[in-house]
């Protein structure tokens, strides 16, 4: 086989956004002279020493390892913030075709969880695709802040590159962050780039991480212009391919928001959302349906409302469909593979909460695209030519209030405010004001550690200081340095969740841990909405199905891990699983 390179990689990715074939590989050669015609697995010869065993083989089958011819396509679906529950919560009113089918047809892991901590969107995407955890990954969290660059940082943004099909820095973003390969990687470079991977999601993270750090393209939501962009690390044109801007070019944003959004079914012929939830923030004017989504676009100038809505996943899906054809997906002998994730489930119950009838809509609608999906997948390449996996990011929490108001002992942490008042904290110790911690987020506190030695104070000392009074707020369970976590027993309640967090070189300096049901988060989820992040089931738990090629239909409660789903799609495809893998194959099924 050719010398792989990333140079030739980064040629292939923008030789084929559009309608190329994988007939031809990255440096030009002919098939031929890259596969010569012998097998990948050569058959094994068979010596027998003994004539005991001669005898008895005589009266049994062989049996020769061969490679299965692969899948057409592989579609990794992820719906953001999807808890397990929501399988069945809404199951009576899912169509035939959507979940029900990926239930019925496929095979259910229910016992599925999320094997660390934070359970934000940029570490679950990045842990299903890497098969490993942001201890290894790099990705601790959607936000934080970065030793390397001495500053705070978004997760894949990227100043190095440009925005493709908008203005200003939405598309400034890249997978350089990632520190280890992804499953779609591992796809690419197992046939010298003749597979191709494609990511689509509304938002950048959501596309850019599972994509990994060699696809042909990566496509996010742009707001301000309602158009699918992307960046110069996918391709040298500051233009987009040509049926992209076909595709923009519909308008299918203003089609959408030009009706307000109603609700598929009755309320009052939804009793799985609870009834005269208001523990739910506003949208646009309105706190209820119908959303005026007309004025909404009409009075912010944007398309942003559209990702709180179910409007978000079907743009989604008509993109992901659109992508399939322009780019020939599934159109050779090499499997490709189409990374979409469904941001607007996210979105929304942030917004309204668990039990909200909007969350509800927005999962039968969910359904229906589901179901669109499928039936055209099964018409462009039969059933068993195509695997479909189908998980999320992370699960999501109940609102505070709501459990309040039930007598739980509940509330939230008041995180965005910690980092003046732990400055103060120290001044007052140490009568001396001054800038001693850098940033508090994702239940960490990176230190300020040229500040405090100027001042005269040790680190460690000040390390102290910080733990004894974050142990002292209501709500913290308790609080530790990032080096002390290493060293607690195995017994620790999530200590195995919390060090497989942690990243040596991106990870704040002290840790809290949260009682359950508290969440680190701004005072408007304390009553209104939900969040996640937290070690908890709520927000470990999540469904994991598998549909299609060599999948037998069945389910099966044995624990499994988010982070088994990469080595498992490897063995499977007879590839070489993520650099990084931490995770198991799955074999119960």
Known sequence: MGRLNAARFRTSNRINLGEQSNSANFAGKSETAVFPHHPIFPKVRMRFLLFPLLALCAFAPLYSQNRPDPPKLIVGIVVDQMRYDYLYKYYDKYSEDGFKRLLREGFSFENAHFNYMPTYTAPGHAAIYTGTTPSVNGIISNEWWDPEWGQHRYVTADTTVQTVGAEGKVGQHAPRVLLSSTITDELRLSNDGRSKVVGICLKDRGSILPAGHIPNACF??????????????????????????????????DLYMAQPWTPKFPLDSMPESFNGWSYKKRLGNNTGFPYDLPGMLKSSGNYGAIRYTPLGNRLTTDFALEALDAMQLGGDAYPDFLCLSYSSTDYCTHHFGVHAAETQDTYLRLDEDLARLLNILDQKFGKNQVLVFLTADHGGAETPQHLHDLQFPVGVFREGRMEKLLDSVLASIYLQPGKYVQEVNNQQVWL?????????????????????????????????????????????????????????????DILYL????????????????????????????VPLLWYGWRTPPGESRAPVSITDIAPTLAAMLRIMEPNGTTGKVIADW
């Open 448 to 508: 300020h550690t040229e500040g405090l030695l100027e001042a005269g104070i040790a680190p460690a000392d000040a390390a102290e200081a910080i733990i004894e009074y974050l142990k002292a707020q209501p709500g913290v369970y308790d609080a530790f340095t990032a080096e002390y976590a290493q060293m607690l027993s195995a017994d620790y309640p999530f200590i195995s969740e919390i060090r497989r967090g942690l990243h040596p070189r991106r990870s704040g």
């Open 220 to 253: 996010w939501f742009d707001d301000k212009g309602g158009n699918w962009i992307t960046s110069t690390y996918y391709q040298d044109s500051l233009q987009l391919p040509d049926w992209v801007k076909a595709f923009n070019a519909r308008r299918l944003p």
């Open 514 to 541: 949260l009682d359950p049901a508290w969440h680190a988060d701004d005072q408007s989820f304390l009553t209104a909405g939900t969040t996640h992040g937290s070690p908890y089931a709520y927000d470990t738990h």
